[in-house]
T-cell receptor, first 117, second 114 residues
Framework: DTGVSQDPRHKITKRGQNVTFRCDPI?????LYWYRQTLGQGPEFLTY????????KSRLLSDRFSAERPKGSFSTLEIQRTEQGDSAMYLC???????????????FGPGTRLTVT | KNQVEQSPQSLIILEGKNCTLQ??????????LRWYKQDTGRGPVSLTI?????NTKSNGRYTATLDADTKQSSLHITASQLSDSASYIC?????????????FGTGTRLAVRP
């Protein structure tokens, strides 16, 4: 499968615990994005990377959230001291760089559904 | 504030019927508009991307229109199938020097009944 993959697909955790999600983008894609989607809503932007550099972070990304892409390939999103309001689907997407004429297309992974009890 | 509004919120149609979903946006400066299909519990999948100069674009039974003057788009589904049951999300891209920034609508949830 050459698409975007995410792991785990589902995560149930107790309030106060830390969780970490992983995203593996399409191999030739330089850009990687994280989104959060709550029930009945569209995805909301969290952050994105150009290779290993984190270029933009949304105000939604509180201090408890941290994302990394250390080698410019896979990325991790960690949530510390989880709260019930963190329950959502966390989507990862990847794309080529803006200077590539195929840039417009963002390919989404299947998402990680987080439930905080 | 950039916004994307979709209507209706939900829609139920019978298999074989046509339907049209609407999208209004206030994103500026405009780069492109995309329609995504999202099955329950899955990530969105792109149906079509339209730039400023494109008025109509088709992808099989899906036809998207764009009126950049009135900032409106529609997605028409012809001869619906049970597999069309999903959420359809309109996404408008804001042109920025670092690349496009996406604003997502809340989606239209479509249910196709036999």
């Amino acid at each position: 499968d050459t698409g975007v993959s995410q792991d785990p697909r589902h995560k149930i955790t107790k309030r106060g615990q830390n969780v970490t999600f992983r995203c593996d983008p399409i191999s030739e894609h330089n850009r990687l994005y994280w989104y959060r989607q709550t029930l009945g809503q569209g995805p909301e932007f969290l952050t994105y990377f150009q290779n290993e550099a984190q270029l933009e972070k949304s105000r939604l990304l509180s201090d408890r959230f941290s994302a990394e892409r250390p080698k410019g390939s896979f990325s991790t999103l960690e949530i510390q001291r989880t709260e019930q309001g963190d329950s959502a689907m966390y989507l990862c997407a990847s794309s080529l760089s803006p200077w590539d004429r195929r840039y417009y297309e963002q390919y989404f992974g299947p998402g990680t559904r987080l439930t905080v009890t | 504030k950039n916004q994307v509004e979709q209507s209706p919120q939900s829609l139920i149609i019978l298999e074989g019927k046509n339907c049209t979903l609407q999208c209004n946006y206030t994103v500026s400066p405009f780069s492109n508009l995309r329609w995504y299909k999202q099955d329950t519990g899955r990530g969105p999948v792109s149906l079509t991307i339209m730039t400023f100069s494109e008025n109509t674009k088709s992808n099989g039974r899906y036809t998207a229109t764009l009126d950049a003057d009135t900032k409106q788009s529609s997605l028409h589904i012809t001869a619906s199938q049970l597999s069309d049951s999903a959420s359809y999300i309109c996404v408008v891209s804001e042109k920025k020097s670092s690349g496009d920034k996406l604003t997502f609508g809340t989606g239209t949830r479509l249910a196709v009944r036999p």
